[in-house]
């Protein structure tokens, strides 16, 4: 998504997807290689900061602010993050919720009011984890399973158990697209037992300063993406309309993409064919080379579920590694801002994989567009309106509010490129404040300065 919103405000995009392990997208952000990727705040709490798995916050707001003001002092700003959660879930079918049950609270209460008691399914290494394990989960929502009705399988086998009534609650990971596709239902984790992944874009702070008007663009993204949408696309992209896996009628990821954010206005050239936009992307396995200071801003954009494999075995891999990364870690468990923690920015993990969540990877390397021009589309955020004024001042009188998601033409600009002059309907010339709305940034400069 990301790739295909730069794309949109007139940046060229060359996809280098498949940098490797999360540690060596990190090292590559870090060493300039790349500008900016999307990361789970777990991950990187887990990862990088060493955090052992105790000390990762389940309140997916905590767990992003620690993780932005543990990155800040490198140099590295964390956008606004998706509303969707990448972590485990307990799920049940249609028939169980309708029975009042939404919350794993609910279950618990279930349980000890009704007989025969219900079966759960989980996978092996969360029933073995010695930390925020099974036995951990049982304990801290009073849930009486008995033991034989606890079935340990791989994670990827729990949906189907559960569907096929093997089992009356599940595991799973609560952006799948199974749940979606196959009528399941997430139970609300209200203790939040467990650690938070919300999906968020890095960038180095030097990309954003080079390059205004982008945090805003990019950071409008997640609002838009919660759980229910995230398990929507990921069913497209793994399962097609059929709801089956590898049947053959699996959607196209940038296909994908595309119509989510045509449909939700955060861009405007929605017009092209998937195989179209598709083909100015360059695909590659191999790391970015690194920029020189006068190169082009190159940025990685992880992009994720919409790769290869499955959302859930891709993201199981990627969480389980951070949560074995943060078991096994000797950091204290104290105060998680302590910044004299071991740092394992400093060295590469081995066994943590790259999460392949919608949002969250495909690494992109990208340039502005070199041609100038006289004028420019501006548009403005999905988010909310913008006032257009008689003079480039806060005090003058609004001409006309520019209603969100529209774009107008822009013909001009102040000296200092604070108040970017529109042209509206009927030849009428008004002003807008440049921050308030979205441009290649790379244009601004190109305008002619007007006199107010």
């Given amino acids: 998504m990301m790739i295909v919103m730069l794309e949109d405000i007139g940046y060229r995009v060359e996809d280098k997807t498949g940098l490797g392990y999360s540690q060596l997208v990190r090292d590559a952000l870090r060493n300039g290689e790349i500008d900016m990727y999307m990361e789970l705040t777990g991950t990187a709490l887990a990862s990088y900061q060493n955090l052992p798995l105790s000390a990762l916050p389940g309140d997916p707001e905590q767990a992003f602010n620690l993780a932005r003001r543990m990155d800040e002092a490198k140099g590295l700003v964390w956008l606004p993050p998706a509303r969707s959660n990448d972590t485990d879930t307990l799920i049940v079918r249609q028939e169980l919720a309708d029975q009042n049950i939404h919350t794993i609270e609910d279950v618990a209460n279930y349980i000890d009011a009704n007989e025969p008691a219900l079966t759960l399914c989980v996978e092996q290494e969360f029933a073995e984890r010695q930390i925020k394990g099974l036995d951990d989960l049982l304990e801290t929502y009073g849930l009486h399973f008995a033991p034989d009705n606890i079935l340990i399988s791989d994670l990827n086998e729990t949906y189907a158990a559960l569907r096929n009534g093997q089992c009356d609650v599940a595991q799973g990971i609560a952006t799948d697209g199974r749940i979606s596709a196959w009528g399941l239902v997430s139970l609300v984790d209200t203790l939040q037992f467990f650690p938070a992944y919300t999906p968020a874009p890095i960038v180095r702070s030097d990309v954003l300063e080079a390059n205004p008007g982008l945090a ?228 601004l400069e190109t305008l002619p300065v007007v006199a107010p």
């Fill in 216 to 443: 805003a663009y990019l950071g409008q993204l997640g609002e838009f993406l919660d759980n229910d949408a995230m398990r929507q696309l990921n069913a497209q992209i793994e399962l097609g309309d059929d709801g089956v896996q590898a049947s053959g009628d699996e959607h196209n990821i940038r296909e994908v993409a595309t119509t989510f954010l045509c449909n939700r206005r955060i861009i405007t050239n929605c017009a092209a064919s998937a195989s179209d936009a598709t083909s100015i992307v360059t695909v590659t396995a191999e790391p970015v080379a690194a920029q020189p200071a006068a190169a082009p801003a190159s940025v990685d954009t992880s992009a994720g579920d919409a790769s290869n494999d499955s959302a859930s075995s891709s993201n199981d891999a990627n969480r389980d590694a951070s949560s074995n990364d943060a078991s096994a870690s000797n950091a204290a468990e104290g105060d998680a801002t302590n910044d004299e923690q071991p740092n394992s920015d400093e060295t590469t993990a081995s066994t943590d994989a790259v999460s392949e969540t919608l949002p969250v990877e495909s690494i992109v390397v990208i340039e502005p567009t070199p041609t100038p021009a006289p004028t420019m589309v501006i548009t403005i955020p999905s988010a909310y309106g913008v006032n257009a004024r008689q003079r480039p001042s806060t005090n003058s009188p609004v001409v006309q509010v520019l209603t969100r998601g529209s774009s107008v033409t822009a013909t001009g600009r102040l000296a200092n490129s604070t108040w970017v002059q529109v042209s509206l309907a009927e030849n009428i010339q008004a002003w807008v404040f440049a921050d308030a709305v979205l441009y290649p940034p790379n244009e």
